[in-house]
């Protein structure tokens, strides 16, 4: 089994580059993202209860995205790998994924951090929100949000990894496919 993380701050490409990625390695997508809007679409228990806090650009709790995550894995037990997109955001999420993963006799091979710089994250945020109608992307203040909970609470997830020399830079400047042949490259000399 194979399992990248794909890394970033909002709008970096994450949820766009796991889903050519998981078609190119034969690889499960997990987005914790996409599984909570489809909780809230479903005006699910757990999707009203974590509606109001996605709307404001604020991380739900851990033990909710923990429990999605094991839940998934365990109802793929013949999968070639995953790749995990926004997830982990916090370390304790890390520390979970880890230990979740050696239960199965597997781990992560790389985090894949993609850097974009900041203006060009708010203007395709901005752009998304025409499109999607996702109400975190529609109003710069919380997209502004999302970005320091990002830098507060998601980035010192990259020190649990770079410990273990798998922390690996992209850049995620450019068109979609020239930062998709970035990541390719980067996988294909783990695997
Ligand atoms: P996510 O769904 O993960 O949202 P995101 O950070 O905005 O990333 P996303 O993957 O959607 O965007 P991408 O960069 O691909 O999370 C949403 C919310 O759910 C969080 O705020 C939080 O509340 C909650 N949540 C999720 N996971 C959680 C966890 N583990 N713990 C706690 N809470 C959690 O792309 C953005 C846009 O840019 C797209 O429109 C795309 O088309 C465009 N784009 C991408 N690459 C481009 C390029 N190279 N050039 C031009 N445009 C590009």
């Known amino acids: 089994m194979i399992n990248f993380l794909i890394f970033g ?8 580059q796991s889903v050519k990625l998981a078609s190119e390695f034969s690889l499960i997508h997990l987005s914790t993202g996409d599984m909570l809007r489809e909780e809230v679409a479903g005006q699910t228990g757990l999707g009203r209860k974590v509606e109001g806090i996605m709307q404001r650009g604020e991380l739900v709790p851990d033990d909710v995205v ?13 999968a070639g790998g995953f790749i995990f997109d926004g997830f982990p955001r916090t370390v304790d999420q890390a520390r979970a994924l880890d230990e979740t993963l050696a239960d199965k006799n597997t781990s992560i091979c790389k985090m894949l951090m993609l850097e974009v710089e900041h203006e060009e994250l708010v203007r ?27 830098k507060e609470k998601t980035e010192p997830v990259i020190s649990y990894y770079r410990k273990d020399n798998k ?5 995620g400047m450019g ?17």
Request: charged letters at 30%.
């Open 9 to 16: 701050p909002p709008g970096s490409g994450k949820g766009t």
């Open 66 to 78: 923990i429990e999605m995550i094991a839940e998934r894995l365990d109802a793929n037990p013949g």
């Open 124 to 150: 395709r945020l901005i752009l998304r929100a025409e499109v999607s109608g996702r109400p975190d992307d529609k109003n710069l203040d919380i997209i502004e949000n999302r970005i320091k909970v990002y």
């Open 167 to 171: 922390y690996q830079t992209v850049n």
């Open 175 to 191: 068109d979609i496919d020239e930062i998709f042949h970035r990541l390719c490259e980067v996988i294909r000399a783990c695997i």
